[in-house]
């Protein structure tokens, strides 16, 4: 027995007639105004520790596109005053460390 293979157009437009061609696009028009007409979900943005890396990438000014070459994690001593290193607990990434002296 020979195997069959079945070959599926590329275009809609060379496997259906005009009439459901027309069917097609006005059923796709609904559903974009259905779903332009719904509200935006709800969404929130938070952070939490997780693994602490010893060097992560710089996005400078924001731009994920823009990296720096990794810098060391003790990047905040120019946070700190001269001559005092931060301490930041072992398990922890510093994060919430950081904040007092990030909302001066």
Known sequence: MR?????IPDKDAHAFDAA???RIEEMSEQVRLAESALP??????AVAD?????????HIRGSYLNLETRCLGDFFRSCCRRGRKPVFPARQSGRLQLRPLACR
């Not at 195997?3 to 070959?7: D, E, G, K, R, T």
């Not at 997780?50 to 710089?58: D, Q, S, Y």
């Open 50 to 58: 997780g693994p602490i890396h010893a060097r992560l990438p710089v």
């Open 3 to 7: 195997p069959v293979s079945l070959a």
């Open 40 to 45: 935006d979900a709800d969404t929130a943005m």
């Open 20 to 22: 459901t061609l027309a």
